[in-house]
């Protein structure tokens, strides 16, 4: 069956908070999520999964340095994550706070390690944000981010894609 890792940070619990939504949205594709905090992890837990989802609260303009450091280490593993689905999600104070950026940084890092990203068409495009603790709106969004990524790594396990 297929698997998906979702590795966050949260240091208030509102990112925290969105992977309740996103999980409900993975579970309901039928696939199976394992949820781990990225100070207790090494890198290599990543490869053991068909597709990695981070959150991160936005800390001016980008992610928190617990996810980077994570990310950096990740260096040594560099192409064996390549064909794995990959997304992001965060949190963040303000509606011009940096979530965005904060998001294309983690897809950034996933992209140089050949993972595969798919963006939203109708909402939050790049992936789920929150502004402060997540309202009905990002609830929602984080909902359907869930659904698509398992869907996509349904598709991509499958080779169906």
């Known amino acids: 069956m297929a698997k998906i890792l979702i590795l966050y940070y949260s240091r208030t619990g509102n990112t925290e908070e969105m992977i309740e939504y996103v999980e409900k ?53 560099h192409g064996d994550l390549a064909g794995k689905p990959g997304g992001a999600f965060t949190s963040a104070a303000n509606l011009g706070g940096g979530n965005e950026t904060t998001i294309i940084d983690i897809l950034k890092a996933m992209l140089i390690h050949g993972m595969v990203i798919q963006g939203d068409p109708k909402g939050d495009h790049y992936g789920p944000v929150a502004i402060g603790r997540p309202d009905e709106r990002a609830k929602g969004e984080c909902t359907r981010f869930g659904e698509n990524m398992a869907k996509l790594v349904k598709r991509l396990k499958q080779g169906t894609a």
């Open 25 to 77: 949205g993975i579970k309901k594709e039928g696939v199976d999520v394992e949820i781990k905090k990225v100070q207790d992890v090494s890198p290599e837990v990543m490869l053991d999964y068909d597709g990695i989802i981070i959150g991160s609260p936005t800390y001016y303009g980008t992610m928190a340095a617990e996810v980077k450091q994570l990310i950096d280490e990740s260096v040594k593993f």
